[in-house]
């Protein structure tokens, strides 16, 4: 609009400059000095103008472009805000098992890292707002329009950082059971292989007696595991809170299984310390018969010395044995 004037600055001036020559016709030397410098004066007062006008249009195109520019980048971002807060919206959904929970998380913290990029860019943006409103005092760009975006952002960082916060503690949570139901469960199958591979061995006092040890030492092992197993169980359960109804389910029925084998372990421990305590007592009992009739036959001996029948030697003991039981 400014240098559309410019043809009509023109066109005034040529006007002026050919009057100051139709004036110059038949005046004194001091009286043309005098409209000489007036022409003069009045086109350096145009060509000022004229610079002026381009530096004003100039001026003018720059903010325009500098306007659109930030209208452009504010669009953009409210389009992004926009989109990030219906991605934040929705209540964290429970979730099947520990690898879907891995995959939230990380999805979550996504979210946030495209949030924090976005720190940089606000701030620009929020820079350039200042400077328009310097060279247009525009309340849409104002300094309280300001804080309204920087408020915004504010409240949607805070919010995806409680989401991963939560997210985290719900993937530490499950993590952790999992570590230790998985620890537990190479402990029961290592007992198993134990057991399996225990040799029990009959007929010699000793080794029975060494094999029954070692048998209730791992019978005693197994049983001073059920308090882990319990704890196993109440970790669990605060898992399965975090869980969707269908993982909860798994959880559940992995556990009574875990449960069952170490229970079906307990019972084999006992039940494979049965034979061997049969077999222990009745190599006792043999023992103390041995023992008793070796008492007997001491007896008889004594018997016999007090008779004089005191035989020589083993076969005579038992031929007067056999006397004494006739008569």
């Known amino acids: 609009v400014i240098l559309a004037e410019e043809p009509e600055g ?8 050919v009057k100051a020559e139709s004036l110059l016709q038949g005046r004194s030397d001091d009286e043309k000095h005098e409209i000489h410098a007036a022409m003069k004066h009045i086109k350096t007062l145009w060509e000022d103008t004229q610079i002026n006008m381009a530096h004003c249009h100039s001026r003018i195109e720059w903010v325009l472009l ?10 953009d971002y409210f389009l992004w805000l926009m989109n990030m807060k219906q991605k934040l919206e929705p209540d964290l959904e429970l979730q099947l098992g520990l690898k879907e929970k891995k995959l939230q998380l990380s999805h979550h913290t996504i979210l946030l890292s495209n949030i924090l990029n976005q720190a940089p860019l606000l701030e620009r943006l929020i820079q350039e707002s200042g400077s328009l409103f310097a060279k247009t005092e525009d309340e849409t760009v104002n300094e309280a329009a300001q804080q309204i975006l920087k408020a915004d952002h504010e ?4 919010k995806a950082k409680e989401k991963v916060k939560i997210l985290e503690a719900i993937v530490q949570e499950h993590q952790q059971y999992a570590d230790r139901r998985e620890k537990f469960q190479n402990w029961l199958q290592c007992m198993k292989e134990k057991i399996n591979n ?13 094999s029954l040890r070692e048998l209730k030492e791992l019978s005693d092992a197994v049983g001073s595991k059920k308090g882990e197993l319990d704890n196993l169980q109440v970790q669990a359960t605060a898992v399965i809170l975090n869980t969707s109804p269908l993982g909860a389910e798994h959880i559940t029925k992995d556990l009574e299984e875990l449960r069952a084998d170490w229970n079906s372990l307990r019972l ?4 494979d310390q049965e034979p061997l305590k049969l077999g222990l007592h009745s190599v006792l009992e043999s023992k103390s018969r041995a023992e008793q009739l070796e008492r007997e036959v001491a007896k008889f001996a004594e018997w016999l010395q007090s008779l004089d029948l005191q035989p020589p030697d083993d076969d005579g003991m038992e031929t007067a044995w056999c006397k004494c039981l006739v008569s």
Not at 10 to 17: F, K, M, T, V
Not at 198 to 210: I, S
Request: proline content about 0%; hydrophobic content about 30%.
């Open 268 to 271: 084999r421990c006992q039940q």
């Open 198 to 210: 225990f040799n029990t061995c009959t007929g010699d006092k000793n080794q029975m007696e060494r």
């Open 66 to 75: 500098h306007w659109s520019e930030y209208l452009k980048a504010r669009e």
């Open 10 to 17: 023109n066109l005034r001036l040529g006007r002026a400059l």
């Open 155 to 158: 409240a949607l960082e805070m």
